[in-house]
């Protein structure tokens, strides 16, 4: 990914479905059936939020035999928030124990 556009990126993170299907994949990849018993919604509107997720490369999945499995990009998140830090001038500093 070249140049983050945060503003697409927001938007599709502005739904609470693609929210919680990116919290689901973050332990483990996923297939779309797997997915889908997790929500109360159809197969074909989890692959739509899937290929929106895919789109912003927020998302990427991989083929074993029939099935498609899909995960996280941890690498493009952690690019997305540090970008989004850096453009409003947050820094982000680990907290130290005071003990």
Known sequence: MNKIDLVRIFKALSDRTRQDILELLVSDEMNVTDICASFKT??????HHLQILKSCYLV?????GKE??????EDVVRDVFGAFFKKMRIDVVAKTDPM
């Open 68 to 73: 498609i499995y899909y995960f996280v990009r």
């Open 42 to 47: 159809s197969q074909p509107t989890i692959s």
């Open 60 to 64: 990427d999945s991989r083929k074993d």
